[in-house]
């Protein structure tokens, strides 16, 4: 679990494809006298797993799965990357949840800028959209930031210049894929109304006949 707040811009130092799979490995400010085998790191947004760390890279394996959900099968060498350690149970959540498992990749599809902030336009796929809600949070490639308007086919969000600064957005631009996350408590939500929707509610001819009173 991760709070979206981004304690380095790494870079992409290597991708290397074994068949659907891949090693990704990243260069890297964060301590790394603090960082275990196994840890999880939120890369982009998404959750991978330290399998080798070292003279200032971190290496990942990179599932099918994640290269098909997500953008990190588009890095090139040189590429920044949002990095961010899981989440402990001491820590101040300073974002909101997030899980690291994306949903889908949207595109820029505009950034203007007015009094000193930067403000995004993105457009999605319905299947991820319908979860995004005004004045709602969600995860841009790991960056926990807070919707500002939705329309039909995609939200927007205001980037304040210590959040451009500090993560890669400072580098998007029109066109360019990122990760996207949805708040996985509107998930949840929608799952459980679903279970309940799916219940038989009220008096019917098909209940009394089951129940013999008909």
Known sequence: ???????????????ARRGSSAALSVTTKLPLDEIRLGDSIAVNGVCLTVVRFGSGQLTFDVSPETLASS??????????VNLERALRLSDRLGGHLVTGHIDCTATVADCREESGNFIFTFTLPATALRYIVPKGSVAIDGISLTVNSVTDSGFSVNIIPHTAAMTTLQLAKPGDQVNIETDIIGRYVERLLQGRSAQTTGLTLASLLDNGFA
């Open 1 to 15: 679990m991760f709070t979206g707040l981004i304690e380095d811009v790494g870079s992409m130092a290597r991708l």
């Open 71 to 80: 953008g990190l099968g588009r890095l090139s060498s040189g590429n920044r």
